[in-house]
């Protein structure tokens, strides 16, 4: 993986075995389906929609396996696959822990679009870790807030704040 420009100030990866069992069993599920249905009645559409499932969940295994974040002096990386966001820290105004209603909480993992509270949330999770969410400055399409779980919710958030506070003009100390 290469870096970016700036100072690592934090990294973790987050893996999820209940997430990975779940995915496996999903598409071992709808290929088992699959099987059944074209010894039942040969390819047909139902096969074609179980065998599509299969594969869809058979990429949830390998790409929702570990959420990566990295904290640098210039930005936040979340990457889960293939799939990456980055936000500069000037474009961060706050950050907290991540509290909804159990429904919304629990909803899934992998990577979700929503509104919360009126406000458009990428999340980046998993089921069993908690999250903090960050509050953006400039909106990244509809996006106005991005969350993500992470084992360590209290040490990120208080790195971040004071990296944003550091950005502040004016700051009178460096964070350490």
Not at 40 to 49: E, K
Not at 132 to 149: C, E, Q, T
Request: positive net charge; contains cysteine.
């Amino acid at each position: 993986m290469s870096i970016a420009p700036g100072r690592v100030i934090y990294r973790e990866q987050v893996v999820s075995l209940k997430t990975e069992v779940l995915f496996l069993a999903l598409t071992i599920f709808f290929f088992l389906l699959f099987l059944w249905r074209v010894n039942a009645a040969g390819l047909d559409a139902l096969a074609f929609l179980f065998v599509f499932f299969a594969i869809v969940f058979l990429f949830y295994c390998v790409n929702f396996r570990r959420l990566e974040i990295l904290l640098t002096s210039e930005f936040l990386k979340l990457t889960f696959g293939v799939f990456r966001w980055r936000v500069p820290l000037e474009n961060i105004a706050e950050c907290q822990l991540d509290e909804l209603p159990n429904l919304m909480k629990y909803g899934g993992a992998g990577i979700h679009f929503m509104m919360i509270r009126a406000r458009y949330r990428a999340s980046f999770n998993f089921l069993e870790y908690p999250r903090v969410v960050i509050a953006l400055r400039r909106k990244a399409g509809p996006v106005r807030d991005i969350s993500f779980s992470t084992r360590r919710p209290e040490e990120l958030m208080s790195l971040l704040q004071c990296e944003m506070e550091a950005r502040s003009p004016t700051a009178l100390i460096a964070c350490g």
